[in-house]
């Protein structure tokens, strides 16, 4: 997969954040690296424009990410990334908008989202190309499940 940087942007078309989780203008990260470093415990690819990759790698990635509402992207983007290499562009490439009334935003408000990170983890921690640290997660109520791994 390639991957390039984001603007985030708001109502007024204001920048209030510009993504980038590097210390070059690119770099190449091996096996489950990116997923490890740059995915856990949020996801940094925000919008679909920030990525491209092959049709072959789509038709690999697991069905998971459809069984969810509000984190299947999440799901999706690290099934893609631990097919290979995940190329990192520092270029900014991308516009991404934030507003209160996305879906994020009401998935968060209602909670909704935090349920999906929880059976997010839950799929992550059973990945063996993952290295899952449950600790990495910052909700607090993450060590009260029981993960299979």
Request: charged fraction near 25%; include cysteine.
């Amino acid at each position: 997969m390639r991957y390039g940087q984001a603007y985030m942007v708001n109502e007024l078309k204001n920048e209030f954040w510009v993504h980038y989780r590097g210390h070059k203008i690119g770099d190449i990260c091996k096996d489950a690296t990116f997923v490890s470093t740059k995915m856990l415990p949020f996801n940094l690819i925000w919008d679909a424009s920030q990525a491209i990759f092959l049709k072959s790698a789509f038709l690999q990635v697991s069905k998971e990410y459809t069984n969810y509402r509000y984190r299947g992207d999440w799901i999706f983007w690290i099934d893609i990334d631990l097919l290979g290499d995940v190329v990192i562009s520092g270029k900014l490439i991308s516009y991404f908008l934030k507003h209160g009334n996305d879906v994020t935003s009401k998935a968060i408000t209602e909670g909704y989202s935090f349920l999906e990170e929880i059976k997010a983890m839950d799929y992550f921690s059973i990945n063996e190309k993952i290295a899952f640290d449950q600790n990495q997660f910052l909700c607090p109520i993450c060590s009260v499940f029981n993960f299979k791994k």
